[in-house]
């Protein structure tokens, strides 16, 4: 009687690669380079593919997504803020870092932040040459990159720590598209109260404004998760005080922020489960377009 030949199994990805192990989904042969950990056994890469697509993802407790990486946002924001900061002592010199307010701890204005601060309605410029600047003027950019500029180094730091000691946190809970809607609606918010309610002629800037909205925000979250206030009331408090008692301080910037990122916040943590992301997107068009009728009506009544 004569022996019958055995074929050898091989790897279905790699013709080449004798094996004995197989999947344990499809059952197909496959090699070390193509085996993946299962709970039981091994699998191809074609089924751990699969896997995932049949997987809902992680969101995190408002409906953001979970990402690897830890504040992400946060950090890009704070990198954009002191790429905007070099660039303002570069076009200001040394009256950029210091030389301002508060007995020269804050630095003074330079071409950046006269070009980029909340402006309402002013003339300036060199002697026959004067022209009309301002939000009222059309420069409706201004209520966005005041959001990105200070003045002086001081004004930044203190400004991007406690964008990080808050950020991270918010993110975190609310997943990154709209930890970042927050911060943008937060700081637009206060930009256009400071628009609407300052003086014409007052320049304001500073991440100030999404930062108090980052403060009211944290309260709405801790509420909403039925954890105490305790933490950031004290916090709040403290800047509101800070706010009213320093002359140099937006106090309609700062108070916007902080009721903006109330509202935001609300419409983050409060939207019901079923059809939640629709809520949300909704509900922060609704803020945008309300603090767009605040710029038209205050823009009405300066020209």
Same mark, same amino acid.
């Given at each position: ?149 200070? %003045? ?30 927050? %911060? ?10 400071? %628009? ?108």
């Amino acid at each position: 009687m004569s022996d019958v030949p055995t074929t050898v199994p091989v790897c279905y990805r790699h013709p080449s690669r004798e094996t004995y192990v197989r999947c344990t989904r499809c059952e197909r042969p496959i090699c070390p380079a193509c085996m993946n950990e299962a709970s039981v056994g091994h699998q191809c890469p074609d089924c751990v593919t699969e896997g995932r697509r049949s997987q809902r993802p992680a969101r995190t407790a408002f409906g953001g997504s979970v990402t690897r990486g830890s504040g992400v946002v946060t950090r890009s924001l704070i990198g954009i803020n002191v790429a905007v900061m070099i660039l303002s002592v570069a076009t200001g010199g040394s009256h950029a870092v210091a030389g301002g307010g508060w007995g020269g701890l804050l630095g003074g204005s330079t071409p950046l932040t006269e070009w980029g601060s909340v402006l309402g309605y002013a003339t300036y410029g060199p002697p026959g040459e004067v022209a009309v600047h301002g939000i009222a003027a059309g420069e409706w950019y201004r209520l966005v990159t005041a959001m990105f500029l200070h %003045y002086g180094v001081l004004h930044l730091l203190m400004n991007m720590y406690a964008l990080w000691i808050l950020g991270r946190d918010i993110e975190r809970l609310l997943g990154p598209g709209r930890f970042a809607a927050l %911060y943008l609606l937060a700081g637009l918010g206060g930009n256009v109260a400071a %628009y609407a309610f300052s003086p014409p002629s007052q320049m304001t800037a500073g991440a100030s404004t999404a930062v108090f909205g980052l403060m009211s925000a944290v309260f709405v979250i801790l509420k909403r998760l039925n954890l105490s206030v305790a933490p950031i009331l004290p916090v709040i408090v403290i800047n509101v005080v800070f706010t009213f008692a320093v002359a140099e301080v937006s106090v309609a910037g700062h108070l916007g922020g902080l009721a903006t990122g109330a509202v935001v916040a609300a419409i983050l943590a409060y939207a019901p489960r079923n059809r939640r992301t629709l809520i949300q997107v909704v509900g922060c068009v609704l803020v945008l377009l309300a603090l767009l009728v605040l710029v038209l009506y205050r823009t009405a009544e300066l020209l």
